[in-house]
C-alpha cells in the first residue's frame, strides 16, 4: 500500500492578503492551511510577511496533485487583473482545465 495520496482531492487558493496582493497555493485541507497562514504557522515566507484577509476563491482538483499543481503554476503567472477577472468568474478557470 502507498502512502501517497495524489488520487485525493486537492484543492487550489486564492488569498487576499493585507497589503492588497494575491497568493496562490494548493492544499488537501484547505480549513487547516487557511488557518496557518492566518496564524503564520505556515511554512510560507509571503503570507507571514503579508497576513492572508480572506479566500479569494476555491478550486477542488479531483484528478490529484499534479494537476493541482498545473493549475497552481497557471494563476501564478496571470496577471492581477486576469486573477481578478477568474475571482469574479471561477468556472473560466473550470472550463479550461475540466474541473
Not at 45 to 73: C, D, M, N
Amino acid at each position: 500500500m502507498s502512502t501517497r495520496n495524489d488520487s485525493a482531492s486537492y484543492w487550489v487558493y486564492i488569498l487576499l492578503c493585507a497589503n492588497n496582493t494575491y497568493y496562490t497555493g494548493i492544499t488537501n485541507n484547505l480549513d487547516k492551511r487557511f488557518k496557518s497562514h492566518v496564524d503564520g504557522s505556515s511554512k510560507c515566507k509571503y503570507t507571514r510577511s503579508f497576513k492572508p484577509i480572506k479566500i479569494s476563491q476555491t478550486w477542488e482538483v479531483s484528478e490529484g496533485k499534479a494537476k493541482a499543481l498545473k493549475i497552481e503554476r497557471y494563476i501564478k503567472q496571470l496577471s492581477r487583473v486576469e486573477k481578478e477577472i477568474i475571482i469574479a468568474e471561477p468556472l473560466s478557470l473550470q472550463s479550461i482545465f475540466n474541473l
